[in-house]
């Protein structure tokens, strides 16, 4: 069965350093989006992403965070310069024509 | 700012026991979807009602939209140890962009 997948499972880095989380979508799925999980808290939306461009973005989605499909399988999360309250889990999500959104397992982002 | 209220936060009952999780708005949505999510794991979508009213049923579980849609409910019938996990519901709008607003959960733990 396809599935969304996530790399790396778990980083841990130092405040003030880039990161960037990697998905590969569902292969034949057009839209994609970036939700995240602080640790005990509510699954937040971040970013939707259509046909090569951001469709609708949160405001938590600021202009330390970036996102991009490079190479038409890849489609990558970015924090340029990581803050102690970045540390969450990062859900990478596609949706199938059916409307249903397949989340990947996640990135857990540590933020020291 | 839409809000998913869902109750109770944590559950706790035996094997062979009935319960029943709730998730309420103020805001009417179009969908709202019922999500299952292990530790570590990311959401898994268990159903979609889009319907004022509708009722679906996946084996032990009746899942309900209420008539204004702006809240639903989540029925097990015979709860057994294997479904056990944390129920999120989600609400979205129609336009293409599956934006969800997620309730922070129940976490349900059926006990053998």
Same mark, same amino acid.
């Given at each position: 069965?396809?599935?969304?997948?996530?790399?790396?499972?778990?980083?841990?880095?130092?405040?003030?350093?880039?990161?960037?989380?990697? +998905?590969?979508?569902?292969? #034949?799925?057009?839209?994609?989006?970036?939700?995240?999980?602080? *640790?005990?808290?509510?699954?937040?939306? *971040?970013?939707?992403?259509? #046909? #090569?461009?951001?469709?609708?973005k949160?405001?938590?989605?600021?202009?330390?965070?970036?996102?991009?499909?490079?190479?038409?399988?890849?489609?990558?999360?970015?924090?340029?310069?990581?803050?102690?309250?970045?540390?969450a889990?990062?859900? +990478?999500?596609?949706?199938? #024509?059916?409307?249903?959104?397949?989340?990947?397992?996640?990135?857990?982002?540590?933020?020291? | 700012?839409? /809000?998913?209220?869902?109750?109770?936060?944590?559950?706790? =009952?035996?094997?062979?026991?009935?319960?029943?999780?709730?998730?309420?708005?103020?805001?009417? &949505?179009?969908?709202?979807?019922?999500?299952?999510?292990?530790?570590?794991?990311?959401?898994?979508? /268990?159903?979609?009602v @889009?319907?004022?009213?509708? @009722?679906?049923? /996946?084996?032990?579980l009746? &899942?309900?939209?209420?008539?204004?849609?702006?809240?639903s409910?989540?029925? =097990?019938?015979?709860?057994?140890?294997?479904?056990?996990?944390?129920?999120?519901?989600?609400?979205g709008?129609?336009?293409?962009?599956?934006?969800?607003?997620?309730?922070?959960?129940?976490?349900?733990?059926?006990?053998p």
């Amino acid at each position: 069965e396809p599935e969304v997948t996530q790399t790396p499972s778990h980083q841990v880095t130092q405040m003030g350093q880039e990161v960037i989380l990697r +998905c590969v979508p569902i292969s #034949n799925h057009l839209y994609f989006y970036w939700y995240r999980q602080i *640790l005990g808290q509510k699954v937040e939306f *971040l970013v939707s992403f259509y #046909n #090569n461009e951001i469709s609708e973005k949160s405001e938590i989605f600021d202009d330390q965070f970036s996102v991009e499909r490079p190479d038409g399988s890849n489609f990558t999360l970015k924090i340029r310069s990581t803050k102690l309250e970045d540390s969450a889990m990062y859900f +990478c999500a596609s949706v199938a #024509n059916t409307g249903e959104l397949f989340f990947g397992e996640g990135s857990r982002l540590t933020v020291l | 700012t839409q /809000l998913l209220e869902q109750s109770p936060q944590f559950l706790s =009952i035996q094997e062979g026991e009935n319960l029943t999780v709730y998730c309420n708005s103020s805001s009417v &949505f179009s969908s709202l979807q019922w999500y299952r999510q292990e530790p570590g794991e990311g959401p898994v979508l /268990l159903v979609t009602v @889009v319907t004022g009213g509708e @009722v679906k049923k /996946l084996k032990r579980l009746t &899942f309900q939209f209420g008539d204004a849609r702006k809240d639903s409910s989540l029925h =097990i019938t015979a709860a057994q140890p294997g479904d056990t996990g944390l129920y999120l519901c989600a609400g979205g709008w129609q336009g293409g962009s599956e934006k969800l607003v997620f309730g922070k959960g129940t976490k349900l733990t059926v006990n053998p």
